[in-house]
């Protein structure tokens, strides 16, 4: 089959109903479409890396079953503090509980991607991973901010990019990646595979 790369007429599609995948995206203008993949996201084996590569391709490997000839993105987030891997908080006092883990102390964010191309083979995995501190919170920070609702939905019960920030201290690394993607990695590795004939795309 004839493979072409990504453009208006043959869109990347996003293997996730992440809002925030989607804007990264929409930023940078890479034609894409959505996608969700049905993948659960609770299991976990190897190290924090490996499990976000691994639940990355199957997100895209899932899409990639029901939408053929179509390069395909898969993406996961997770949050590490020590040894504890953080996921997106069920409640009110699991936010709680991981803003209180990260609150004065540093934790990485690492994201697994891993593209298909149009015949349905892995092309690239890779995950990236940032550093971020977060200053002292006191309790009335973290009842103010579990009450914006923001920390739902978002692995390590936070929005760097919204009123979470007021809580980063420092961060190292790529800051797209603690936003939901590495954009920058992205872009390479769509490159180096074929996906993208040449980046920025001419608007």
């Not at 959505?34 to 996201?41: D, L, N, P, W």
């Not at 006092?93 to 964010?109: F, P, Q, T």
């Not at 797209?176 to 920058?184: D, E, I, S």
């Amino acid at each position: 089959m004839a493979i072409f790369p990504i453009d208006e007429k043959h869109l990347l599609t996003l293997a996730s109903a992440s809002p925030r995948r989607r804007q990264l995206l929409a930023q940078v203008h890479v034609p894409f479409r959505v996608v969700a993949s049905c993948i659960c996201e609770e299991s976990e084996s190897g190290s924090p890396e490996d499990f976000c590569q691994k639940l990355a391709l199957l997100k895209a490997e899932e899409v990639a079953s029901r939408e053929k000839d179509s390069w395909i993105l898969g993406a996961d987030t997770i949050v590490v503090i020590g040894e504890k891997v953080l996921g997106k908080p069920e409640n009110q006092g699991d936010a709680r509980k991981m803003l209180s883990l990260l609150s004065g102390r540093e934790h990485r964010v690492i994201t697994g991607f891993g593209v298909l191309d149009p015949s349905g083979k892995t092309v690239h995995a890779e995950s990236v991973s940032t550093q971020v501190r977060f200053k002292p919170l006191s309790e009335e920070e973290l009842s103010g901010y579990i009450k914006t609702s923001e920390p739902f939905g978002k692995a390590g019960a936070y929005a760097i990019q919204g009123v979470g920030s007021f809580m980063v201290e420092s961060i190292s690394g790529s800051y797209t990646n603690v936003v939901g993607l590495p954009v920058c990695a992205l872009i390479k590795a769509l490159l180096k595979c074929g996906a993208l004939r040449s980046f920025p795309f001419k608007r």
